[in-house]
């Protein structure tokens, strides 16, 4: 099952692919900051979705 990892902000794809990466690599691999509108990236447990197909 993939991995796509959101800016909660604007939706734009940060991550998308089959290999489980840490959210704290995908953050630092954008300086903390989405590309797209500017908004401090964080990882938040409780925003999490999980969906199966």
Known sequence: ????????????????HKDLKPPAEIIKKFGGECPQCGKKLIFDPEKVVINSR
């Open 1 to 16: 099952m993939p991995q796509k990892i959101l800016c909660n902000k604007c939706e734009k794809v940060l991550y998308d």
